[in-house]
């Protein structure tokens, strides 16, 4: 009992990091559940760009340019002087600023150094680079037609038919793309933050106790080391439960509605197994080092590389079999499991569900297990 209040008194200097963890990395996870919850594809479409050209040439050429920029592009007219210009530019009233030089055309078509456009964009702006593209590829596909050994109106009218030509783009993935209610999103990427909040929130305590002064105290006392690992796992599993008390109020704040049902019990229950597990990994990891820092390290690798293994960042249709193979051998993969279960409504789901939590806890016991082993060693030497 001692041991367990103490845990208290220490904990209190670290209660602030549960707090500042917990804000840290649930904001990335609403950020991204956010973005993921309103991203929905439904056609690709190329956009308009507002456009002032300047046409000193008046050659076919320069008049198929411009009708060609009239067709796809917003066309705008605007006095030709430099500050103008440049005005324009800078409120955002024109995107894009062309001016044909006179002969531009029959440069075109005489064995001479072909005449450039006179350009004024905004620099680095996706608008400027697509219209860069876009200028590029019709005078290269024109004069492509010209080397040919075509007429000027010959070479012209095939490039405008070869530049219109459009391609019907459709996203496959093998059957329907499923739809996910909101709270989907948020659950699918607890887990980054779960192994991040508790590793590093609890962790630095229970490195205390197995380190300095106090280590040497509890050594020297009546206290075995199996009554001094249960006490701290209390006090470790209380401050893993107002961790997931602190997600719980949130996904309650957030999907009232999608909480008090059935899926939303489960999802909860998913996320108090994974919990735990991330607080074996923190128990294991006060027995390995006494640096704080290197729990930050654990977080990184661990938290991330689990995450984009596993399916929480990455959807898994989108990973190779020998990807997927891996994270199977990881926690996250089957709390993602069971979180995909709930989704489908498959009959099967119940299966898959209790065969993840099943998984899970054996995994933190396992873990568990070797810190224990570890904690009575470290007594004996």
Known sequence: MTIFKTFFKVGRKYIGNIFMYSAIFLSIVLVIAKVNGNATVEEFL????KVAVFDHDN????????QYLEEHHNLLEIEEDLDTIRDRLYQRRVEYVIIIPKGFGESFAEEREKLSLDVYKLPGTMTSQFMDMALDTFLSTYRGYL?????????YAKTVNTIV????VAFYSGKEAPVYAPIHFFYMY???ALISVVVLAIGPILIVFNNGQIKSRINCSRVSAFRKNMSLMAGSGIYT?????IYFVISLVLYKSDVFNTAG???VLNMLIYAFVCLAFAFLLSMLTSKSHLLNIFTNVFGLGSSFLCGVFVPRMWLSDGVAAIGRFLPAYWYVNVEEALCSGDAAATSVIATGYLVQILYGVAVFVIALVLSQNKRKG
């Open 190 to 192: 607890v887990p980054y």
């Open 241 to 245: 439960v107002l961790i997931i008390l």
């Open 165 to 168: 030509v459009q391609t019907e």
């Open 46 to 49: 190329a956009s308009e760009v």
């Open 59 to 66: 050659s076919d050429l320069s008049k198929g340019m411009v």
């Open 265 to 267: 019990i489960f999802r």
């Open 147 to 155: 080397a040919a050994g075509m007429e000027l109106s010959e070479a």
